[in-house]
């Protein structure tokens, strides 16, 4: 599946169309957990913006029903609280809600190990990554 | 320990007003952005850190892949995806500058360029960054292992200057200019104990080594404990440590046997001592591969060592900053 994505986005420039004009930003992007954090609760910021007026729908992993569609509108935003500790996508559609006109991941990164030996030598003189 | 709880648990926020106005997507971000900027510096003073998040940030955030219609078109609840086990093998290597200094007489400083992370952790044996070892307990409580590693206070010794001088390291005048080398040292492998211990109180490091190459046949016993916090991205750890040296061990890297003395290095013996260090680290995780670390170190040597005629500074300084990648 990652590597169709990378196949994708390599020949995306190529099929640009105009519903590739829709642009979808979440902020944040990144959860980090560890041991003492198991999950993040965070409040993401989901902004779009289309080339075109029309009726968009944001969706996410987390339901089978959008969050919110606009009618009529060319940009709009959303404010979505949520706890999270695995990985997830928000992603726009237009008219057909089959079609995703824009994906975007949140992504987790576990800090901890299931090693306790690699958690607990992590300390050695320049031990910075 | 209030204050850390609350801490950890402040969220990312955002302005969220209406967007009554003509914005663009772009100028809307840029507010978003100087918030979290505010709400950062009041969290960690590491301005460094920071400028570095601008720009990584807004750059990852906006992210319009290719949508997987099969799998995301319908909208459908996606179950969480199992974790899948740690690989045994961790690299990453971060780029940057930083430097340690060297106390020896007539000697530079150590550049810091590059710092690679490798390890390999099987059932029971590991390797970890130049330690081989084999772990015989490992519970909730605590991690013993057996290890061997390679001493680090050989490094002084391969950044040393030979001069001509006309004053001793005591400083008194010479009778004529006298070719002035620093005596070199070899490295010692050595074996010994660990026991490593974290919980919620910290990280705790209890370490025994003795020389097993017949190099300087003293022995080290070292105490480190560490604390770390954790805000999202940001991370700080700071950290501090003990270390006795024997006699043997000092004396061999620090003293002046009576074979290496001459007219501008007098002889020393060094007895056992203990050295202090302290330890900053902070860290900002730019994505899921990329972060940004700054660490510092201070080690303050024994007076026993630093007594030396072939030390002039009793104070090591080490630090680095640099953009480090974890390939897993």
Known sequence: ?129 | MQALYIFRQIPYTFNNGPAASPETLDSRWSEGESNMTSMIVRVVAALLILITSHSSVAGEAQNNQAPDQASQASGSSVPSPPVPPDSRWQLGIALGYGLRTNPLVQSDDIPIIVDIDISWFGDRFFFDNGDLGFTFLDNEFVTTSLVGRVNSDRVFFGRTNTRFVTVDLAGAPLASAFELSIPDRDYAGELGIELLADGSWGQLQLTGFHDVSGTHEGFEIEFDYGYGWRNQRFYIEPSFGLSFKSEEMNDYYWGVPADETNVAIPGYTADAGVNVRARLQLSYQISKNWLFSFVGEVERMSDEAAGSPIVEEQNVFGYFAGFGYRFN
């Open chain 1, 1 to 129: 599946m990652r590597h169709l994505l990378i196949c994708l986005l390599v020949l995306l420039p190529v099929f640009a169309t105009a519903e590739d004009e829709v642009q979808l930003k979440v902020r944040p992007v990144l959860c980090i957990i560890d041991e003492r954090t198991p999950s993040c609760q965070m409040s993401f910021l989901v902004l779009w913006e289309s080339a075109e007026t029309g009726y968009y729908c944001l969706y996410n992993d987390f339901g089978e029903s959008p969050l919110r569609c606009w009618t009529e509108q060319r940009s709009g935003e959303l404010n979505d609280e949520r706890t999270v500790d695995t990985e997830f996508s928000y992603w726009m559609t237009g008219d057909d809600t089959e079609s995703p006109l824009a994906v975007v991941a949140v992504e987790v990164l576990r800090m901890d190990t299931d090693d306790r030996r690699r958690k607990r030598r992590s300390r050695h003189v320049w031990d910075i990554l």
